[in-house]
């Protein structure tokens, strides 16, 4: 009489840890990344509650102008608006007159990747700008536009 055997061998229970870890392998980095990537909406979420802010902030202003700080844009505060950094922290808020006209005609607002959260790792959108006419625009840890990708 021949005895049936019960369990796993040794060779079988190697090639399960073997395609497991060719798993884990694959799917951490590409969650990490997926993960980057929806947090990007915390910069491109607040600033443009910081747009929306800015155009009622110039609607009320006498005589019509842009906030100069988002301190500015805070009094009364709007539902939502973070000031200082976004709602989950992941980024710095920041808000300047345009560069060339002054506060009257524009104004930029600025997120960057705060560099003590789980975010920095991130180095395709480490700078999201927004201005006054709804121009987007990103750039990687290079400086390099990378506007389609991190707005997209």
Known sequence: ???IQTGFTLVELMVVVV???ILIG???????GYMMRVHRVDATSALLRIAAAQEKFYLQANPAQYAVTATELADPP?????IGTTERGYYTLAVAPDPVNGPG????AIA??????????DTDCVLFRID??????AEDSGGADNTEACWG
């Open 132 to 137: 006054e006419q709804g121009a987007r625009t």
């Open 1 to 3: 009489m021949r005895r």
């Open 112 to 121: 960057i990747v705060d560099g003590a959260e789980s975010q920095a790792a």
């Open 19 to 21: 395609v497991m870890s």
């Open 78 to 82: 709007p539902a939502g608006l973070g």
């Open 105 to 108: 005609v524009g104004f930029i």
């Open 26 to 32: 694959v799917a951490i980095p590409s969650y990490r």
